[in-house]
């Protein structure tokens, strides 16, 4: 069974720093793209980054870069995410979601297929 | 970033009802859009991914259509277990950037 389990979130003031990690079971984790997505309390969706099977690749939102750095460790089979500099407005619950990649007439389309439960990262003084 | 529309924002419908809501890319992004449902206090799930794919499990009153930059999703005869908050997602570049959301509420 697929299972992805966030921790590491919490209250941090402002300017602080965060560190959140993702730990995969079920599946080979070096094989799959990972992304985290967060969601501000009573708002929508927001994709944050994410990163390429070996690590070699990482994508930002604008609003995180310079300050978040996603990595994993595939012989742990984690996802972290290191927040510096963290403003009110990162308050959210944060998700790690699997990218599944489906083989479809010849070309690949890819889908957030798994989650986990998120962590709450709270910023406030 | 490419945006995302999604209308409507919320509707009211009943149990049976057929249900659409859409999803404009700010620019063309071939098919490289999937549809997500979610509850309150839960994690999304994905329904449909290349704007046409049924992903496994996902009932088949579930459809998607559109390419370029319109896009639907459509619920053939809503169901109880139906009423949620649905969104759109782009992958085709960079950053992925997700719909507002489309509510969807019991009449």
């Known amino acids: 069974e697929v299972q992805l389990v966030e921790s590491g979130g919490g209250l941090v003031q402002p300017g602080g720093s965060l560190r959140l990690s993702c730990a995969a079971s079920g599946f080979t984790f070096s094989s799959y793209w990972m992304n985290w997505v967060r969601q501000a309390p009573g708002k929508g969706l927001e994709w944050v980054a994410n990163i390429k099977e070996d690590g070699s690749k990482k994508y930002y939102v604008d609003s995180v870069k310079g300050r978040f750095t996603i990595s994993r460790d595939n012989a742990e089979s984690s996802l972290y995410l290191q927040m510096n500099g963290l403003g009110v407005e990162d308050t959210a619950v944060y998700y790690c979601?699997?990218?599944?990649?489906?083989?479809?007439?010849?070309?690949?389309?890819?889908?957030?297929?798994?989650w986990g439960q998120g962590t709450l990262v709270t910023v406030s003084s | 970033a490419i945006q995302m529309t999604q209308s409507p924002s919320s509707l009211s419908a009943s149990v049976g009802d057929r249900v659409t809501i859409t999803c404009r890319a700010s620019?063309?992004?071939?098919?490289?859009l999937g549809w997500y449902q979610q509850k309150p206090g839960k994690a999304p799930k994905v329904l449909i991914y290349g704007g046409t794919n049924l992903q496994s499990g996902v009932p088949s009153r579930f459809s998607g259509s559109g390419s370029g930059t319109d896009f639907t999703l459509t619920i053939s005869s809503l169901q109880p277990e139906d009423f949620a908050t649905y969104y759109c997602l782009q992958d085709y570049d960079y950053p992925r950037t997700f719909g507002q959301g489309t509510k969807v509420e019991i009449k």
């Open positions: 620019q063309g992004i071939r098919n490289d």
């Open positions: 979601a699997r990218d599944s990649s489906h083989l479809i007439w010849g070309k690949y389309l890819d889908s957030f297929d798994y």
